[in-house]
């Protein structure tokens, strides 16, 4: 009964976004490019997603983070892998139309396709680490073997009771440095998404500093007139 309706709230949540970015999508001009259009609507679905699993989901109740996390069903993988489909589909169209910002025709059209693409690349990695926080607080409080106690595999420095915003601290943590600090993994299979957390970190902030530098290399290709301006 809880799991079922955990699952409505999360297709609830995931039905907003998609209604938020559906409506952004057709009321950006339409002489804009399809890649634009998409970019637009994918920040603010990727944005009113993070809005609502921050403000409903995200408890500073150990209690209340434990009630949710162990109640998560096996469609969590399903959900997760959409999530980063997701994501890796609007981290290339922002990168798309961040490189065409110098072909457009007004200052103005290449600002907009510069801010969309910034803020799609930044909620898509603030989106990565979010879906792992409740990964790891599934991972921690999921009775798997239903012997009526808890999983663990992680350990908390003064406290054996974490709440989500422990496991926030754990993931972007992770996300920012590729390693954990003071919590300690003490089992295998939190070991194993911890790798695939680091994998993906690394590569998804290794196209974000390869693409700043581009762009800043345009940009200011652009301001002392060596060049067209923006990234190539």
Same mark, same amino acid.
């Given at each position: 009964?809880?799991?079922?309706?955990?699952?409505?709230?999360?297709?609830?949540? +995931?039905? *907003?976004?998609?209604?938020?970015?559906?409506?952004?999508?057709?009321? =950006?001009?339409?002489?804009?490019?399809?890649?634009?259009?998409?970019?637009?609507?994918?920040?603010?679905?990727?944005?009113?997603?993070?809005?609502?699993?921050?403000? /409903? +989901?995200?408890?500073?109740?150990?209690? /209340?983070?434990?009630?949710?996390?162990?109640?998560?069903?096996?469609?969590?993988?399903? =959900? %997760?892998?959409?999530?980063?489909?997701?994501?890796?589909?609007?981290?290339?169209?922002?990168?798309?139309?961040?490189?065409?910002?110098?072909?457009?025709?007004?200052?103005?059209?290449?600002?907009?396709?510069?801010?969309?693409?910034?803020?799609?690349?930044?909620?898509?990695? +603030?989106?990565?680490?979010?879906?792992?926080? +409740?990964?790891?607080?599934?991972?921690?409080?999921?009775?798997?073997?239903?012997?009526?106690?808890? *999983?663990?595999?992680?350990?908390?420095?003064?406290?054996?009771?974490?709440?989500?915003?422990?496991?926030?601290? %754990?993931?972007?943590?992770?996300?920012?440095? %590729?390693?954990?600090?003071?919590?300690?993994?003490?089992?295998?299979?939190?070991?194993?998404?911890?790798?695939?957390?680091?994998?993906?970190?690394?590569?998804?902030?290794?196209?974000?500093?390869?693409?700043?530098?581009?762009?800043?290399?345009?940009? %200011?290709?652009?301001?002392?007139?060596?060049?067209?301006?923006?990234? /190539?």
């Amino acid at each position: 009964m809880i799991a079922a309706e955990r699952n409505r709230h999360r297709i609830v949540a +995931f039905g *907003c976004a998609a209604v938020v970015a559906f409506v952004v999508y057709l009321i =950006v001009p339409i002489w804009l490019s399809g890649a634009t259009r998409y970019v637009a609507a994918y920040d603010a679905g990727t944005v009113a997603l993070l809005a609502i699993y921050w403000l /409903k +989901f995200v408890h500073e109740d150990p209690q /209340k983070s434990r009630d949710r996390a162990a109640a998560d069903d096996p469609g969590r993988n399903v =959900v %997760f892998l959409i999530v980063l489909l997701a994501v890796i589909s609007g981290l290339v169209s922002a990168i798309a139309i961040i490189g065409h910002g110098p072909k457009v025709h007004t200052e103005l059209e290449k600002w907009e396709a510069y801010v969309l693409g910034v803020i799609a690349i930044t909620a898509g990695w +603030f989106l990565v680490h979010t879906i792992y926080t +409740f990964r790891y607080a599934h991972l921690y409080w999921y009775d798997d073997d239903g012997d009526g106690t808890e *999983c663990g595999g992680i350990r908390f420095p003064g406290t054996d009771q974490p709440s989500d915003w422990d496991f926030a601290y %754990f993931s972007f943590t992770l996300g920012t440095s %590729f390693a954990v600090s003071d919590p300690q993994v003490t089992e295998t299979r939190v070991r194993r998404e911890v790798i695939g957390h680091s994998i993906i970190s690394f590569a998804y902030n290794s196209v974000i500093v390869g693409m700043v530098i581009n762009l800043l290399a345009g940009i %200011f290709s652009a301001t002392t007139g060596g060049g067209d301006g923006g990234p /190539k």
